[in-house]
């Protein structure tokens, strides 16, 4: 037997882990828009691409049908409301949010198909601020969220399906990037 003495002689110095420190996510964290903050009670309806090239997200409750028609929808990060207004045919109320984030980059959250708008153009808000709720598009759809997440500030609201470098999949984004 070694003893206490002979175990300590025996014993390895251990340096500290010295690597970089973790980065934080972008702009203090990105949460879910629906059932804060993991999406509790809904789906992702239509995801991200696919054949049809989705530019977004279509988020419905569980229960599906209009079942989420008037459930609140959250903003998923800090930023600023650069519009909140009826957008016509297919597209309804839309919010759009610009997330300024302190390492330079800028993402722009777009909510469409709401019921109701609960901000004002030019608001600053905090993630998880109401900004209005799940609607149907003027009656054109059962009521869903459609969530897109672009990289290019301001870049026109184009119609939710096509090929585009400015738009990244909202899910993996919030995934990745969660506070």
Known sequence: MLGL???LACRQHVEPASGPPPVPPPCGGFDWPVGPP???????AQPFGGLEAH?????????GGDSDL???VFAIADGEVSSARHEGEGWGNV?????RCGDGGEYESLYA???????????AIGRGTPLGAIGTADGRYLAHLHLEL????GAPLGRGYGTSSDHVAPSTFIAANRP
């Open 55 to 63: 530019l977004g997200e279509d988020w419905n409750g569980n229960g």
């Open 150 to 153: 672009r990289t290019r500030v």
């Open 5 to 7: 003495t002979g175990l």
């Open 95 to 99: 919010v759009r949010v610009v997330h």
């Open 113 to 123: 198909h709401l019921d109701v708008i609960a901000v004002e153009l030019g608001a």
């Open 70 to 72: 008037g459930d609140p």
């Open 38 to 44: 993991n999406a509790s009670g809904y789906y992702d």
